[in-house]
């Protein structure tokens, strides 16, 4: 049968559980939780629920490329700012992109593609910068338990000046490195949620009822969720310590399970270009960062590496780029 809409009841108790414990904050579960078909749905819909004709939406390049064509859909203006050149954050360039017409803000952390964290100075400064406006926040939050070297999640859930504006969103499937399961949640104040779930009605309505039961049962053991980022990290450690003896320069990867590097050492010639060469020549896949941006920065060399693979895997890519 079908769940009901919002989520099956043991489900949204437990990821009420789980909120409260991780972040000592308290959601309801019964108007400010629903359950969605994986975290790309959990953004359309928000977007969806509060973005209309004219209003403009902060989008931080690079950026994953659903932000900005569920903008566009429903009317929206996607304004680009980016990353700094190490990718952190930049709390300037985002402040001089508001305007009176600016509806809505899009972090995400852990990042795609760049595998950089917010940290709470940046949450801070966030804060600081949507202080006093009707701004809303949609904070893309899916590697949640992908953060490394020791380093807390700095969900916009820890700070009630963005918790009371934000609605924040994870993945089942990233956190249990499953994302053939295409399941999610998000989280909001309840007159967020309740515009979320006008449109959560007619475009999903609900999800997956077996999966919500096993999930709801899942969750009950956190060792699943915290093993996650040590096993990550381990692969981290791997992967980056066979680049150090190849011609790529990494970037600092801090979150996630993607590794960018820079190839500038090895040929000078644009990325889409590269991957397609490195593919087909090495036999090694790589995605180039030149997609995830509106405007990519002239020169830049940089593609991206998933390291969610098995270590032998890893090991036999890290010996085909050596060769290169």
């Given at each position: 049968?079908?769940?009901?809409?919002?989520?099956?009841?043991?489900?949204?108790?437990?990821?009420?559980?789980?909120?409260?414990?991780?972040?000592?904050?308290?959601?309801?579960?019964?108007?400010?939780?629903?359950?969605?078909?994986?975290?790309?749905?959990?953004?359309?819909?928000?977007?969806?629920?509060?973005?209309?004709?004219?209003?403009?939406?902060?989008?931080?390049?690079?950026?994953?490329?659903?932000?900005?064509?569920?903008?566009?859909?429903?009317?929206?203006?996607?304004?680009?700012?980016?990353?700094?050149?190490?990718?952190?954050?930049?709390?300037?360039?985002?402040?001089?992109?508001?305007?009176?017409?600016?509806?809505?803000?899009?972090?995400?952390?852990?990042?795609?593609?760049?595998?950089?964290?917010?940290?709470?100075?940046?949450?801070?400064?966030?804060?600081?910068?949507?202080?006093?406006?009707?701004?809303?926040?949609?904070s893309d939050e899916v590697y949640e338990h992908i953060v490394f070297d020791g380093e807390p999640h700095a969900s916009a859930m820890r700070y009630?000046?963005?918790?009371?504006?934000?609605?924040?969103?994870?993945?089942?499937?990233?956190?249990?490195?499953?994302?053939?399961?295409?399941?999610?949640?998000?989280?909001?104040?309840?007159?967020?949620?309740?515009?979320?779930?006008?449109?959560?009605?007619?475009?999903?309505?609900?999800?997956?009822?077996?999966?919500?039961?096993?999930?709801?049962?899942?969750?009950?053991?956190?060792?699943?969720?915290?093993?996650?980022?040590?096993?990550?990290?381990?692969?981290?450690?791997?992967?980056?310590?066979?680049?150090?003896?190849?011609?790529?320069?990494?970037?600092?990867?801090?979150?996630?399970?993607?590794?960018?590097?820079?190839?500038?050492?090895?040929?000078?010639?644009?990325?889409?270009?590269?991957?397609?060469?490195?593919?087909?020549?090495?036999?090694?896949?790589?995605?180039?960062?030149?997609?995830?941006?509106?405007?990519?920065?002239?020169?830049?060399?940089?593609?991206?590496?998933?390291?969610?693979?098995?270590?032998?895997?890893?090991?036999?890519?890290?010996?085909?780029?050596?060769?290169?």
């Open positions: 049968q079908y769940a009901p809409m919002p989520g099956l009841p043991a489900l949204l108790q437990a990821l009420a559980d789980k909120v409260e414990r991780l972040y000592q904050v308290k959601y309801d579960p019964a108007t400010e939780i629903t359950v969605t078909a994986g975290g790309t749905q959990a953004i359309f819909t928000a977007i969806a629920a509060v973005v209309h004709a004219g209003d403009e939406v902060i989008i931080v390049d690079p950026a994953y490329d659903c932000y900005a064509p569920a903008v566009q859909l429903f009317g929206g203006v996607p304004v680009h700012v980016r990353l700094a050149g190490d990718m952190r954050f930049d709390a300037e360039a985002v402040r001089k992109a508001i305007t009176p017409r600016t509806r809505l803000l899009v972090i995400n952390t852990p990042h795609n593609p760049a595998g950089t964290i917010l940290r709470e100075a940046d949450m801070l400064a966030i804060a600081d910068l949507l202080e006093g406006t009707d701004i809303l926040l949609l009630e000046a963005l918790r009371s504006r934000a609605f924040v969103v994870f993945s089942f499937g990233k956190v249990f490195h499953a994302t053939g399961w295409k399941m999610g949640y998000v989280l909001a104040p309840e007159a967020l949620m309740a515009e979320f779930r006008k449109v959560h009605q007619f475009n999903v309505f609900s999800v997956n009822t077996p999966m919500q039961h096993a999930l709801a049962g899942y969750l009950r053991d956190p060792s699943h969720y915290e093993a996650v980022s040590p096993m990550y990290q381990a692969k981290r450690d791997r992967f980056q310590a066979g680049l150090a003896r190849t011609r790529f320069r990494p970037i600092a990867c801090e979150g996630s399970y993607f590794q960018v590097a820079d190839y500038g050492a090895i040929r000078d010639v644009p990325d889409r270009g590269f991957c397609e060469w490195l593919a087909r020549e090495h036999g090694v896949a790589a995605i180039p960062l030149s997609p995830f941006y509106q405007d990519p920065p002239e020169g830049q060399r940089l593609v991206r590496f998933c390291f969610a693979k098995e270590d032998a895997t890893l090991d036999a890519a890290i010996e085909r780029l050596c060769a290169i």
